[in-house]
């Protein structure tokens, strides 16, 4: 192809390509022609070949060639090479490349030019592509071109105003009073860019906005203006004078208005008058309505008003475009917690959109359908949802779960609803919830006690019709292995009952168990219940004991450790196993809970005898880690030992008052127990602020070991004030009750010993140095330690397992 064939002879030859390959070549072809034109300085042609450069630059090849001959075409007097000068500047060029600095001179030179076609090049580039340098440099040309008696030029100007302010902020002062002056233009074109302008410099100048807030009643007049004026031929937009300036003036009135209510008072009249005048039939009236619906709900506006905004937004919900339908959604769900009953009177309608079949306006609608959900209304809603959520897209199950999650729990009438509820959501969407649910669930069953009974008979038929939904699955395991006996019993007043027998119960299980979609973790809760049963049913206890120990040898390792556990309690411990494996009571208290409380100090009372209430302050103190205890100070005396506390759910105790002397060697014993003879290694537990706290044990005699908490102090400072609060937390007593004799005479001995029990250990400390107070936690995570006696009378040291919780009892020395 010959490298003089015109523009359009070339964009017909690249689109009768048949290949990629094809195109390249004749792109390839054209563009080493036009470099060789550029290097023989061919000036008949330089605008003819920078134009075929431009448009291969469209198509995403390169053009960086081109760069220095847009920069020699700027610089030339004829106009139409500045004109292909100037757009390739804008394409070629941004603000990062050095060849954009050579052509400030000619911009400056040609912002000054007689003809106003030339400034208008000159300007367009600068707000394209002009960058923070060029601003500062041309920003005085441009405040003078502002004042011009040109409307043309006023209008670049000021849009060109807009670029200079946003790259550099420090040079909006200097077009505020041009900027003021430009609304009194009746050049609409003008007005646009001042109206861009002023709201510019309101948003990023606080000092600004108070200025411009005394221009609102000359706003308010050419807004009024354009809304009853006739038929204007040169602004009528489908009826609409002037749609685009009406929206960015209800803009700057937003703006404007904002937490002032003396400017929103003088915009309120209007916004009525734009509201109930616009005809809505057209596009262009409803995006001018929507700009005045998020005005009136961005200002101070009356009452009256805002609803006057919402039945808008109602009305929009009703039109048949869905990109409409959407917004109003938007806009409605950020407003529905101000003006709630506002919004309810368009429920129907919203929950009519859930039926949309756009995704996007499903999700819409699922939020704010969610947001709108009250006491007054929670049955008739979760009808809806619920409804919904049999038939919404897959990657709405989770969120629709979710809400219908919070909001049953926060508005359920009754205890009864709320379980139905929920299973209605595992049923549909089991495999879709989060994993919060399922001990939400348990915690909540477990706390209604009156409908054990109810759930358990519902679970189990849910159970016989789908074992697909893993949670609905755990759930159902977890209570038929806590209430089987109430199964068995086949008396529920609340529903039909259903004659179980034992075979029947653990035919469900087994089937949880072998099934392929059966998780390990259900398998796990499976495996679990039928152990239950063990202690609930009577005649079918052999074959509980074979299911358990077909799993000892189960290829899951969590699977298997249970199996081998379970096994060993029908074996060695057969007598404790109805102790161990007995019904939850109702206020069920998880460890995991209890370590998640809030992290400010408590502060107990000093009295004597007087417990200290852990309920008075929120925080993160050891009691309230541990969550409601009360805590009695130890009386006076050497020994003290926490057998005076025996409480709910954790041994407690506090010394107060330590001081800590400086230097590594004075250290102090401040905790100790005795334990069976063994040995263990010495451990830092805490370190920090020249405090450290160690662990060791060391052999008291032949039948008892003392493991003693010691305190040293390594900093050039005494400390003083010094506290320590320590627990274990109790798990399951009943389980030692053989033992609990010989416990009380080892107390009254002075030395306790208890086979194959474990210590956990909790520990918070508070101390003043230098005058300044500190305190200091054990991580949960870092700091639970297990003793545990093993095979030859040896005391191990290792990482506690959160669900492997036992206690131990300890003596404090003073």
Same mark, same amino acid.
């Given at each position: 192809?010959?490298?003089?064939?015109?523009?359009?002879?070339?964009?017909?030859?690249?689109?009768?390509?048949?290949?990629?390959?094809?195109?390249?070549?004749?792109?390839?072809?054209?563009?080493?022609?036009?470099?060789?034109?550029?290097?023989?300085?061919?000036?008949?042609?330089?605008?003819?070949?920078?134009?075929?450069?431009?448009?291969?630059?469209?198509?995403?090849?390169?053009?960086?060639?081109?760069?220095?001959?847009?920069?020699?075409?700027?610089? @030339?007097?004829?106009?139409?090479?500045?004109?292909?000068?100037?757009?390739?500047?804008?394409?070629?060029?941004?603000?990062?490349?050095?060849? /954009?600095?050579?052509?400030?001179? !000619?911009?400056?030179?040609?912002?000054?030019?007689?003809?106003?076609? #030339?400034?208008?090049?000159?300007?367009?580039?600068?707000?394209? +592509?002009?960058?923070?340098?060029?601003?500062?440099?041309?920003?005085?040309?441009?405040?003078?071109?502002?004042?011009?008696?040109?409307?043309?030029?006023?209008?670049?100007?000021?849009?060109?105003?807009?670029?200079?302010?946003?790259?550099?902020?420090?040079?909006?002062?200097?077009?505020?009073?041009?900027?003021?002056?430009?609304?009194?233009?009746?050049?609409?074109?003008?007005?646009?860019?001042?109206?861009?302008?002023?709201?510019?410099?309101?948003?990023?100048?606080?000092?600004?906005?108070?200025?411009?807030?005394?221009?609102?009643?000359? &706003?308010?007049?050419?807004?009024?203006?354009?809304?009853?004026?006739?038929?204007?031929?040169?602004? $009528?937009?489908?009826?609409?004078? $002037?749609?685009?300036?009406?929206?960015?003036?209800?803009?700057?009135?937003?703006?404007?208005?904002? =937490? =002032?209510?003396?400017?929103?008072?003088?915009? %309120?009249?209007?916004?009525?008058?734009?509201?109930?005048?616009?005809?809505?039939?057209?596009?262009?009236?409803?995006?001018?309505?929507?700009?005045?619906?998020?005005?009136?709900?961005?200002?101070?506006?009356?009452?009256?008003?805002?609803? &006057?905004?919402?039945?808008?937004?109602?009305?929009?919900?009703?039109? =048949?475009?869905?990109?409409?339908?959407?917004?109003?959604?938007?806009?409605?769900?950020?407003?529905?917690?101000?003006?709630? %009953?506002?919004?309810?009177?368009?429920?129907?309608?919203?929950?009519?959109?859930?039926?949309?079949?756009?995704?996007?306006?499903?999700?819409?609608?699922?939020?704010?359908?969610?947001?709108?959900?009250?006491?007054?209304?929670?049955?008739?809603?979760?009808?809806?949802?619920?409804?919904?959520? @049999?038939?919404?897209?897959?990657?709405?199950?989770?969120?629709?779960?979710?809400?219908?999650?919070?909001?049953?729990?926060?508005?359920?009438?009754?205890?009864?609803?709320?379980?139905?509820?929920?299973?209605?959501?595992?049923?549909?969407?089991?495999?879709?919830?989060?994993?919060?649910?399922?001990?939400?669930?348990?915690?909540?069953?477990?706390?209604?006690?009156?409908?054990?009974?109810?759930?358990?008979?519902?679970?189990?038929?849910?159970?016989?019709?789908?074992?697909?939904?893993?949670?609905?699955?755990?759930?159902?395991?977890?209570?038929?292995?806590?209430?089987?006996?109430?199964?068995?019993?086949?008396?529920?007043?609340?529903?039909?009952?259903?004659?179980?027998?034992?075979?029947?119960?653990?035919?469900?299980?087994?089937?949880?168990?072998?099934?392929?979609?059966?998780?390990?973790?259900?398998?796990?809760?499976?495996?679990?219940?039928? +152990?239950?049963?063990?202690?609930?049913? !009577?005649?079918?206890?052999?074959?509980?004991?074979?299911?358990?120990?077909?799993?000892?040898?189960?290829?899951?390792?969590?699977?298997?450790?249970?199996?081998?556990?379970? %096994?060993?309690?029908?074996?060695?411990?057969?007598?404790?196993?109805?102790?161990?494996?007995?019904?939850?009571?109702?206020?069920?208290?998880?460890?995991?809970?209890?370590?998640?409380?809030?992290?400010?100090?408590?502060?107990?009372?000093?009295?004597?005898?007087?417990?200290?209430?852990?309920?008075?302050?929120?925080?993160?103190?050891?009691?309230?880690?541990?969550?409601?205890?009360?805590?009695?100070?130890?009386?006076?005396?050497?020994?003290?030992?926490?057998?005076?506390?025996?409480? $709910?759910?954790?041994?407690?105790?506090?010394?107060?008052?330590?001081?800590?002397?400086?230097?590594?060697?004075?250290?102090?014993? #401040?905790? !100790?127990?005795?334990?069976?003879?063994?040995?263990?290694?010495?451990?830092?537990?805490?370190?920090?602020?020249?405090?450290?706290?160690?662990?060791?044990?060391?052999?008291?005699?032949?039948?008892?070991?003392?493991?003693?908490?010691?305190?040293?102090?390594?900093?050039?400072?005494?400390? /003083?004030?010094?506290?320590?609060?320590?627990?274990?937390?109790?798990?399951?007593?009943?389980?030692?009750?053989?033992?609990?004799?010989?416990?009380?005479?080892?107390?009254?001995?002075?030395?306790?010993?208890?086979?194959?029990?474990?210590?956990?250990?909790?520990?918070?400390?508070?101390?003043?140095?230098?005058?300044?107070?500190?305190?200091?936690?054990?991580?949960?995570? @870092?700091?639970?330690?297990?003793?545990?006696?093993?095979?030859?009378?040896?005391?191990?040291?290792? /990482?506690?397992?959160?669900?492997?919780?036992?206690?131990?009892?300890?003596?404090?020395?003073?």
């Amino acid at each position: 192809m010959s490298p003089s064939v015109p523009l359009q002879e070339m964009i017909r030859a690249i689109r009768s390509a048949r290949t990629q390959c094809e195109e390249r070549g004749v792109i390839q072809r054209e563009c080493a022609a036009i470099r060789a034109q550029f290097r023989q300085n061919d000036n008949g042609s330089r605008s003819h070949n920078l134009a075929k450069l431009l448009y291969v630059h469209m198509l995403g090849y390169p053009a960086h060639f081109g760069q220095m001959e847009c920069v020699r075409m700027i610089a @030339s007097p004829r106009y139409s090479e500045k004109r292909v000068g100037y757009l390739g500047a804008m394409m070629l060029l941004d603000e990062k490349q050095d060849a /954009s600095l050579l052509i400030t001179n !000619s911009i400056k030179n040609d912002l000054s030019h007689s003809n106003q076609y #030339i400034q208008s090049l000159a300007l367009c580039t600068l707000a394209c +592509m002009g960058s923070a340098e060029m601003c500062r440099d041309l920003a005085p040309e441009i405040d003078r071109l502002l004042r011009s008696a040109n409307s043309y030029i006023k209008k670049k100007a000021a849009l060109c105003a807009v670029h200079i302010v946003r790259k550099v902020q420090d040079l909006g002062e200097l077009f505020v009073s041009a900027a003021r002056s430009l609304l009194s233009e009746k050049n609409h074109g003008v007005l646009h860019g001042a109206v861009v302008l002023i709201t510019e410099l309101c948003e990023r100048n606080p000092e600004t906005l108070e200025r411009f807030r005394k221009t609102v009643p000359d &706003l308010v007049q050419i807004m009024k203006g354009l809304v009853i004026s006739g038929y204007s031929p040169d602004h $009528d937009v489908a009826g609409v004078s $002037d749609p685009f300036l009406q929206v960015r003036i209800l803009r700057l009135l937003r703006v404007l208005g904002r =937490n =002032n209510e003396t400017a929103s008072d003088a915009m %309120n009249d209007l916004l009525a008058q734009v509201a109930t005048n616009t005809d809505s039939t057209k596009t262009v009236g409803n995006a001018v309505l929507y700009e005045t619906v998020l005005t009136v709900l961005d200002i101070k506006s009356e009452s009256g008003l805002r609803v &006057l905004a919402v039945n808008i937004l109602g009305r929009f919900l009703l039109n =048949n475009d869905r990109n409409i339908r959407y917004i109003a959604m938007t806009s409605l769900q950020k407003i529905v917690v101000t003006d709630h %009953n506002a919004v309810q009177r368009h429920r129907g309608t919203i929950v009519d959109c859930l039926k949309d079949q756009d995704a996007s306006v499903k999700r819409r609608a699922l939020e704010l359908s969610l947001a709108l959900v009250s006491a007054s209304n929670i049955r008739s809603m979760m009808k809806e949802l619920l409804v919904f959520l @049999s038939s919404c897209p897959l990657e709405l199950k989770a969120q629709a779960a979710s809400g219908i999650f919070i909001a049953a729990e926060r508005y359920a009438p009754s205890q009864r609803w709320h379980i139905d509820t929920i299973l209605h959501v595992l049923t549909t969407a089991g495999g879709d919830v989060r994993d919060e649910t399922v001990p939400n669930l348990i915690q909540l069953i477990t706390n209604t006690s009156e409908l054990h009974c109810y759930t358990v008979h519902k679970l189990y038929r849910a159970l016989l019709e789908d074992i697909s939904q893993q949670s609905l699955v755990q759930v159902a395991c977890w209570c038929i292995g806590e209430y089987g006996d109430l199964l068995l019993r086949g008396e529920c007043q609340e529903t039909e009952p259903v004659q179980v027998t034992e075979d029947d119960v653990l035919d469900a299980l087994e089937t949880v168990l072998q099934s392929h979609m059966s998780s390990p973790a259900t398998r796990g809760f499976a495996l679990t219940a039928t +152990m239950k049963l063990s202690t609930r049913i !009577s005649d079918n206890v052999d074959r509980i004991r074979s299911i358990v120990s077909i799993y000892g040898s189960c290829i899951d390792l969590e699977l298997q450790q249970r199996a081998v556990e379970y %096994n060993a309690l029908f074996k060695k411990y057969d007598h404790m196993r109805a102790a161990v494996l007995e019904r939850i009571h109702d206020q069920v208290c998880d460890l995991l809970d209890l370590l998640s409380g809030p992290q400010e100090p408590l502060q107990p009372s000093l009295a004597p005898a007087q417990p200290i209430s852990t309920t008075t302050a929120a925080g993160g103190d050891l009691l309230d880690l541990l969550g409601g205890l009360e805590l009695t100070p130890p009386s006076s005396g050497l020994i003290y030992r926490c057998t005076k506390l025996m409480l $709910d759910r954790f041994y407690i105790w506090t010394q107060k008052g330590f001081i800590l002397e400086h230097n590594l060697g004075k250290s102090k014993r #401040i905790i !100790s127990c005795s334990r069976h003879p063994s040995t263990a290694p010495t451990v830092t537990i805490y370190e920090k602020h020249g405090v450290t706290l160690t662990l060791g044990c060391e052999q008291e005699s032949d039948s008892g070991l003392l493991a003693t908490l010691t305190a040293s102090n390594s900093s050039d400072s005494d400390i /003083s004030s010094f506290t320590l609060q320590a627990a274990v937390p109790k798990v399951r007593l009943s389980v030692f009750v053989s033992e609990l004799e010989q416990i009380m005479r080892n107390i009254k001995d002075g030395s306790i010993g208890v086979d194959g029990l474990s210590l956990n250990l909790f520990l918070i400390l508070k101390y003043e140095i230098t005058g300044i107070n500190r305190e200091g936690a054990s991580t949960p995570n @870092s700091l639970f330690l297990s003793f545990f006696k093993s095979g030859h009378d040896v005391l191990h040291l290792r /990482s506690f397992s959160l669900f492997r919780c036992r206690t131990d009892l300890i003596e404090v020395i003073t």
